[in-house]
């Protein structure tokens, strides 16, 4: 079975611009979860979607929004890129929305220029 | 305000010695709490959890402990192997909210 797959791999931007970042998870979960890495530290909690619904949102500038699709897909999007945007943006899938261990997707190496 | 703490950037262990990685936490209302592991160019693996009803937890080769009292969890490997080098992250949520991600420390297992 395929696990979370996130696409692309790897995407460099100029400041400014706008980005999609987009995210299928395994097959059967509902819940998904957006983090942040940037170099040197953990993941920091972005969003989670369950059922289509926002269920959590971390302490991010609108700038940043997610949607999720009825087959539980979901994309990141972010505005009005900053260079201290640059960072692995790492997608995790959960069978539902408060289940504890949560399955990670290889992440998007962002690079904004 | 970083939650929760690894203040060991980094560990080298001998293979088949004990590795015992740290994490302090600040937040009381942490009510269950994880181990990652991350290869480089991969996400995270969920390796082990605890809940805040108990203070120990046992899978194979790793042990999760927790000190409620003192804020503090650690993750024993035992024995470590060298495909045990890699990022280890713990990371907390309170009530199945959000997770809150430690720094990482980086484990090295020489042969």
């Known amino acids: 079975d395929a696990g979370v797959t996130q696409s692309p791999t790897h995407l460099i931007k100029t400041r400014g611009q706008h980005v999609t970042l987009r995210c299928s998870p395994i097959s059967g979960h509902k819940s998904v979860s957006w983090y942040q890495q940037v170099l040197g530290q953990g993941p920091q909690f972005i969003f989670q979607y369950y059922e289509k619904e926002e269920r959590g949102r971390g302490n991010f500038p609108d700038r940043f929004s997610a949607r999720q699709f009825p087959n539980y897909s979901s994309e990141l999007n972010v505005n009005a890129l900053l260079l201290g945007d640059s960072a692995l943006y790492l997608c995790?899938?959960?069978?539902?929305?408060?289940?504890?261990?949560?399955?990670f997707g290889p992440g998007t190496r962002l690079t904004v220029t | 305000d970083q939650q929760v703490k690894q203040n060991s950037p980094s560990l080298s262990v001998q293979e088949g010695r004990i590795s015992i990685l740290n994490c302090d936490y600040t937040?009381?209302?942490?009510?269950?709490f994880l181990w990652y592991k991350k290869y480089p160019a991969e996400g995270p693996t969920f390796l082990i959890s605890i809940s805040s009803i108990k203070d120990k937890n046992e899978d194979g080769r790793f042990t999760v402990f927790l000190n409620k009292s003192a804020k503090h969890l650690s993750l024993h490997i035992v024995p470590s192997q060298p495909g045990d080098s890699a990022v280890y992250f713990c990371?907390?949520?309170?009530?199945?909210?959000?997770?809150?991600f430690g720094t990482g420390t980086s484990l090295t297992v020489i042969p």
């Open positions: 995790a899938s959960t069978p539902e929305a408060l289940r504890h261990e949560q399955y």
């Open positions: 937040n009381s209302m942490f009510d269950y």
């Open positions: 990371a907390a949520s309170a009530y199945g909210n959000q997770f809150y």
